[in-house]
């Protein structure tokens, strides 16, 4: 990991934007988990425990992300004809050009968000909705942007199959966020665009975390972001990772 680097601090308009939205209510029916996990709950659940036993092994240390991995069933958020190979550490096609990712990836990302349990995250790029469930389990609030309408549509069936009920999916360009509900104490982008969206810097929380891959298409760095109270920013690499392609306004153009 290298050393912090200092980003500056926030311009005005980001601290006023998010000083607004802070003012929205969060009503206590947002703050429930979810109840049941649907059918094939009980379906794979020795490779599903082996899959966070693995994790442990890997370095994930957060007893609590590591209940969320032997918990979510990740066979009942990829094609059918895949669900063999759900529980490998490997990421999968989805359809239309895109791939959940492998659960070492977002449990490395997931545990980079340092999440406490009563925080609102904002995710770009829905993909399976695998990465919202996971999250689901572990804080109160999730708002996920998907740009492929077939897949933000699919990912909201998946996730009410398995009645996950603090999950809303947008279908929209998340390298804008989403300034009516910001701000947000967690901020994850699970695809790789060419640099940070400052729109998403701008609705990030104080002292809230921003974990991204960014860099050049095909392989990027894993990046966090950290707001310190103040408006400070730093900036952490993780390491090097390899995402599909954040398309949109503050990412790639699209084809
Ligand atoms: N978190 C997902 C990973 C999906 S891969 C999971 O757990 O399965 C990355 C996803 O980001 C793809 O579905 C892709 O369509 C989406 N994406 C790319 N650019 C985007 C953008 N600007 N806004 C929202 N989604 C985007």
């Known amino acids: ?69 032997a918990t979510v069933p ?37 545990e980079a968000l340092e999440l406490e349990g009563d925080e609102t995250v904002l995710e770009i790029g829905t993909g399976s909705g695998y990465q919202a469930a996971i999250l689901s389990k572990l804080v109160a609030r999730v708002i996920s942007i998907e740009r492929v309408p077939r897949l933000a549509a699919s990912a909201r069936t998946s996730l009410d199959n398995l009645g996950v009920s603090n999950v809303v999916v947008h279908l929209g360009d998340g390298t804008a ?18 640099e940070i969206p ?3 810097v701008e609705q990030l929380a104080e002292r809230g975390r921003l974990v991204g891959p960014f860099g050049a298409r095909g392989q990027q760095e894993l990046v966090r972001i950290r707001h310190l109270t103040g408006g400070e920013l730093t900036r952490e690499v993780l390491g090097p990772c390899r995402f599909v392609d954040l398309l949109g306004t503050h990412g790639w153009a699209a084809a």
């Open 74 to 110: 990740r066979h009942l958020l990829i094609p059918e004809a895949l669900r063999g190979d759900a529980y490998r550490d490997i990421s999968l096609p989805i359809g239309d050009g895109q791939t959940i990712s492998a659960p070492g990836t977002v449990a490395q990302m997931t």
């Open 177 to 194: 966020g989403r300034p009516v509900d910001a701000p947000f104490d967690a901020i994850i982008v699970t695809a790789g665009g060419p």
């Open 198 to 200: 400052m729109p998403l």
């Open 1 to 69: 990991m290298e050393a912090d680097s200092k980003l500056g601090k926030l311009g005005k308009s980001g601290k006023s934007a998010a000083t607004e939205a802070a003012a929205t209510p969060r009503t206590s029916q947002q703050v429930a988990g979810w109840q049941a996990i649907g059918p094939g709950r009980r379906e794979f659940q020795a490779p599903r425990r082996r899959l966070a036993e693995r994790l442990a092994a890997s370095g994930i240390r957060s007893r609590r992300v590591l209940d969320a991995f």
